[in-house]
Nanobody, 121 residues
């Protein structure tokens, strides 16, 4: 089995920063794209940022210039550096990855359990 475990959420004041981490573990042969999604109360889950296995990144317009996604392929971990946080960034943030399981030819889409980010004074 493959698991994604997020960490780094919490309460931060507007204008502050947080760094989220997501570590993949289990019988992993390869990881393709990784991404961060978020879901605010009463809203649909949305893509925040994504990064390919080669390091190509993409961002939602609402976070461009404030958030940075990166990954360390050696330890199967993706990060989300969030700066200049706004109250509207408050949401549960979920990690997502496309994983090729060892001994399998199938790619699985794996989700983390989510970590809450609250931006409030």
């Amino acid at each position: 089995q493959v698991q994604l475990v997020e960490s780094g959420g919490g309460l931060v004041q507007p204008g502050g920063s947080l760094r989220l981490s997501c570590a993949a573990s289990g019988s992993i042969r390869s990881i393709n794209a990784m991404g961060w999604y978020r879901q605010a109360p009463g809203k649909e889950r949305e893509l925040v940022a994504a990064i390919s296995s080669g390091g190509r990144t993409s961002y939602a317009d609402s976070v461009k210039g404030r958030f940075t996604i990166s990954r360390d392929n050696a330890i199967n971990t993706v990060y989300l550096q969030m700066n200049s946080l706004k109250p509207e960034d408050t949401a549960v943030y979920y990690c997502n990855a496309g994983v090729l399981v060892s001994g399998s030819l199938r790619w699985l889409e794996v989700w983390g359990q989510g970590t809450l980010v609250t931006v409030s004074s």
